[in-house]
């Protein structure tokens, strides 16, 4: 009964699976799909507050929360696509298109886009870079003397052992107004820098972060298949006059291409989700990301009210995105796997 | 070896004798404290725990925690300490306590003006009052023979000579952080043009002249800012002052005493305190009066509010007041108005409003805190800007109930 076997080995992660994952996944997508209100009395209210040494009292009419044994009154029901229609506001987007509108800028003002365009980019950009960065550290790695190759990966890893809030504010501290840099900047060039006073050297610092914070991990994983390939091919293909070059194309890397394609998908999905630079470089006033979005419907506003339809939506949004982002890697892999079996 | 010993022991027993003394009964009902963290909070919980079985618990995260806490049955903190804001989420869930049963039992010493009345009951007791005034360098404002300004038109043209005169760049401070602290610079410009928030309804009105003008108000005297003011709250601007940075800015009085702290502080003496300016020649201080205070919590027995109340009076006591008078703007009784004390009087003497705290107006706080970036980093025009916190608010206001 190998099917049985089978069954009773995954049992319990399938359980844990369904617990920690489907059924929270579950729950989230139904709050997308509802709202839950306060009901509200209107009343007049004479409310006095301490002015300096007198007190200021008003009459006013007040919104207040309809009270049931001592517990405020709520309502949750279906809206259907509202919170999704919230956030993706379709009618502005329309008017934005029309002969009228202010086109893409006027596209990019509202949140969700200017969130997703920056999370967008951001992944995209970064990734080149850190698949880039990784294979270049390896193949220099590897090819020093033995004798250094110990400290010199522990260097290279330490940008990636920092704790990525801490090394995002650390650089910030390093670049704001009156930081170390920006002073010697200042000194060096006489010119004043403002890193934080416009969107893209803001961006440009988090691409930047971002790139130094993670190129460490893929330098390892690419180092360690650097360590499996075949020497004998190598050796073969140095008798043949194969270049450098060339045997980086024909050989290395396509020895590595199934750890290219996993550092690829781990970083698309890491980076879709980017929040810690948005939080570490204060940016959230020129930059959002995907994720920074639910996270402020999510804070409590100056009411104690958490917008968690809103969140939902916007997580379940997110969650799509990821989806369709890995489509292309995922689609790749299920190739070669269909084409070996 | 011996004497000094004993000395020490003395010492230490005189110490303790002292700080008890401080309180006149022995609390034995343990009661839980969660308070701003902050120099007045910790001078008064540090009087309430010289009675006895106090814990007390200070943070900034206390507007996050404080609704959840005391919505929990039992609530987990039987005091809450708070502003005027946030107390608006804990009487919207009902989690705290009317007041004047206990008032009536140990409130001989509370000042009618300390009693935060809702609907006629007692709900929360203020402390202090924290308001936003304008600060500046009087030598260089002397040296320039510029007068104190009275208003913001008079304020930009002092800091147009300051600039021209070199010296400084950016003369000007303020508590532009996207977020909150724009949001309250915005509410307390807009009330100095006489704007109003809401009209029948809770319907937003904030799309008119007195909203155009506030933002053209700001964004002219972010001109004279550091070009990083979307990212400046209260401790960049104290530094600023403190480094002699900056020669003005409308800051918090909390902020006042750090500025004469000769251990942070180059500009020791220099900084003068003056009553916020209009808003425009002729109008009220632009700037709004908060208060600082506490609630009692709903769900918790009728003997740990009794002995929360009574220990909260301790710590509130005009001996504690005696003891730090310069900590705060007190609003209790023994409190003599210092020189740090100056500008916020005068403020609220010339009628700077209350902070209107209602639930609608915290939605409106939000909505603004979350879209005035926009036009400051020049994204939006002020027209756009005002549109679209006007439909963050209506979105917020519907998805509360207020709105229909």
């Not at chain 1, 709202?35 to 007040?62: H, I, N, R, W, Y």
């Not at chain 1, 948005?278 to 402020?296: C, K, M």
Request: hydrophobic share 50%; proline share 5%.
């Amino acid at each position: 009964m190998r099917g049985r076997v089978f069954l009773g080995f995954i049992a319990p992660s399938l359980v844990l699976m369904i617990i920690f994952i489907a059924l929270p996944l579950v729950s989230v997508a139904w709050q997308s799909f509802h709202a839950t209100q306060g009901v509200f009395e209107d009343v007049l209210v004479e409310s006095c507050t301490p002015g300096f040494l007198t007190q200021t009292c008003v009459k006013e009419m007040q919104s207040r929360p309809v009270m049931q044994a001592g517990v405020a009154v709520t309502s949750t029901r279906f809206v259907g696509w509202d919170n999704y229609r919230q956030l993706l506001q379709p009618d502005a987007v329309a008017d934005a298109f029309s002969p009228t509108g202010h086109g893409m800028s006027a596209v990019l003002n509202i949140d969700f886009y200017n969130a997703l365009r920056f999370t967008l980019s951001f992944t995209l950009i970064t990734l080149p870079f850190i698949v880039g960065l990784g294979l270049l550290l390896a193949l220099a790695v590897d090819d020093i003397a033995h004798g250094l190759r110990g400290p010199v990966i522990f260097v290279t890893l330490l940008p990636y052992i920092i704790t990525p809030v801490i090394g995002a504010l650390a650089i910030r501290w390093l670049f704001v107004g009156d930081g170390v840099l920006t002073d010697a900047i200042r000194w060096i060039t006489g010119h004043d820098v403002s890193m934080f006073a416009q969107g893209w050297t803001i961006e440009l610092m988090m691409l930047f972060y971002r790139i130094w914070h993670i190129a460490p991990f893929a330098f390892v994983v690419f180092y360690a298949g650097l360590q499996t390939v075949n020497k004998d091919t190598i050796e073969a293909s140095v008798i043949d006059g194969a270049t450098r070059m060339e045997r980086l194309r024909y050989v290395i890397i396509p020895h590595l291409m199934p750890l290219i394609v996993f550092v690829t998908m781990i970083h698309l999905m890491d980076s879709y989700r980017v929040f810690d630079e948005v939080v570490g470089f204060a940016a959230h006033a020129y930059r959002i990301s995907l994720q920074w979005l639910t996270y402020s419907f999510l804070t409590p506003d100056q009411t104690g009210n958490r917008a968690v339809a809103r969140a939902s939506a916007s997580a379940m949004l997110t969650m799509l995105g990821i989806v369709v982002l890995l489509l292309v890697p995922l689609r790749r892999t299920w190739r070669d796997h269909r084409g070996k079996s | 070896m011996l004497k000094n010993m004993l000395l020490s022991a003395t010492i230490l027993l005189g110490a303790s004798v002292s700080a008890q003394a401080a309180c006149n009964f022995a609390n034995t009902t343990p009661i839980k404290v969660q308070a701003p963290s902050f120099p007045a909070w910790v001078a008064v919980t540090d009087y309430m725990k010289t009675c006895g079985n106090v814990q007390v618990e200070l943070d900034l995260q206390y507007k996050e925690k404080q609704p959840a806490a005391l919505a929990a049955k039992p609530a987990l903190y039987q005091f809450a300490g708070l502003a005027v804001n946030s107390l608006v989420p804990l009487l919207n869930d009902g989690t705290v306590r009317p007041l004047d049963d206990l008032i009536a039992k140990y409130g001989q010493n509370l000042q009618p003006n300390q009693l935060i009345r809702i609907d006629g009951k007692v709900m929360a007791i203020a402390m202090m009052v924290n308001v936003q005034h304008l600060m500046y360098r009087r030598d260089v404002f002397a040296d320039l023979k510029l007068a104190e300004p009275t208003n913001y038109d008079e304020l930009l043209t002092s800091l147009a000579a300051i600039k021209k005169a070199g010296v400084m760049q950016y003369p000007m401070g303020g508590t532009y952080k996207s977020g909150w602290d724009l949001a309250t610079d915005f509410v307390n410009m807009y009330f100095g043009f006489e704007g109003s928030f809401f009209g029948a309804g809770n319907v937003p009105t904030v799309q008119g002249d007195a909203g155009l003008k506030t933002l053209a108000m700001m964004k002219a005297l972010s001109a004279y800012m550091d070009p990083e003011f979307l990212t400046s709250e209260a401790n960049t601007v104290q530094q600023q002052f403190q480094r002699g940075k900056i020669a003005a800015a409308n800051l918090w009085v909390t902020r006042a005493g750090a500025m004469d702290d000769a251990k942070e502080s180059t500009v020791v003496g220099k900084i003068a305190f003056a009553k916020a300016p209009a808003a425009h020649a002729g109008g009220k201080p632009a700037t709004t009066v908060w208060w600082d205070g506490f609630a009692i919590a709903k769900n918790i027995s009728d003997a740990e509010a009794d002995a929360a109340f009574h220990v909260a009076m301790q710590g509130i006591s005009p001996e504690m007041v005696k003891a730090n008078n310069a900590a705060a703007i007190w609003l209790i009784k023994g409190y003599e108005p210092g020189k740090y004390a100056v500008g916020a009087a005068a403020s609220a003497g010339a009628g700077a409003p209350p902070y209107p705290a209602t639930t609608a107006m915290g939605l409106m706080h939000t909505a603004l805190g979350a879209n005035l970036a926009n036009y400051f980093s020049g994204r939006e025009t002020a027209e756009q800007t005002l549109a679209k916190i006007a439909a963050a608010y209506t979105v917020a206001a519907k998805e509360k109930g207020i709105l229909k």
